[in-house]
């Protein structure tokens, strides 16, 4: 499988796409194109870090097949034509545009201590969560306080790192951190489904609609579980309880857990 790169919106360019440009038109080019922009013929440049990877960590070489994704479904196949440090040129042979999955899988994910959080972001990243939202619960014994923006930058990080390395054509959003009030008010719009090891009602057991276009929402408590008050107002909100098995699973693992069958129910899998 040839080696994936992901160039967002700020990092894009597509040049040389008039036969015969000269270097400042296509420098004009690459000004105001993306990667949205790409077509067949073009001519992606990998700069900044995701050039360094790619020639100096992944050690690409000119000739070398490589794909190139934004983030956002654009799918390109192409050869490297030059590779240095600061700079590497892709160009397109072929491109593919992967629509963006539907219905969406949301990870709610209580903030845990150490960095099982992380790890449930970059295994649910990797599993196909389609959004990841951090919540402070009661029990969390980690606070992000003051340091919310900082944090959620480092979990859309390790996200993207995630999604780059599973050769996924859609980065999962991060959302901001929320409280359990926000996350009562989004149970109207959504499958709201609390993984709570003591419910009666598998998750493996529930038929989810494929047609439904609504969120999948999956409730993840921190190392100390759900506080009563906290299950009581979801549930009233209209939030399901279910569990994954008879045993009791770590924050870390509970959600990708929960992806597994959940993209298994909806025929991702």
């Known amino acids: 499988m040839p080696l994936h790169f992901l160039v967002e919106q700020a990092d894009a360019a597509a040049i040389g796409r008039e036969a015969g440009a000269s270097l400042a038109d296509s420098a004009e080019v690459a000004l105001r194109s993306t990667i949205a922009d790409a077509r067949v013929g073009d001519d992606v440049v990998l700069s900044g870090a995701e050039a360094h990877h790619a020639a100096v960590v992944r050690r690409v070489r000119v000739g070398e ?52 959080d992380e790890l449930a972001v970059q295994s649910a990243t990797e599993l196909g969560v389609d959004e990841i939202v951090p919540w402070q619960s009661s029990r969390s014994v980690s606070r992000w306080d003051a340091k919310a923006e900082k944090g959620r930058a480092r979990w859309a990080t390790i996200a993207r790192e995630a999604a780059k390395q599973a050769h996924r054509a859609w980065l999962p959003e991060v959302a901001s951190l929320t409280t359990t009030a926000e996350l009562v008010g989004r149970a109207a719009a959504s499958r709201l489904l609390v993984l709570e090891p003591a419910a009666t009602r598998a ?36 939030a399901l309880l279910v569990r994954l098995g008879d045993t009791v699973l770590r924050t870390s693992t509970a959600g990708p857990a929960a992806i597994a069958v959940v993209s298994a129910v909806l025929g991702r899998w």
């Open 65 to 116: 097949e490589v794909t190139v994704g934004d983030g956002r479904g654009a799918w390109l196949t192409g050869q490297c034509e030059e590779v240095s440090p600061k700079r590497v040129v892709v160009r397109v042979a072929a491109r593919n545009d992967v629509p963006a999955p539907s219905p969406r899988i949301v990870l709610v994910q209580a903030l845990a201590k150490g960095d099982r």
């Open 203 to 238: 998750l493996a057991s529930l038929e989810l609609d494929r047609a439904d276009e609504s969120d999948i929402v999956l409730v993840v408590g921190p190392e100390g579980g759900f506080a009563p008050d906290e299950l009581d107002r979801l549930e009233k909100a209209g």
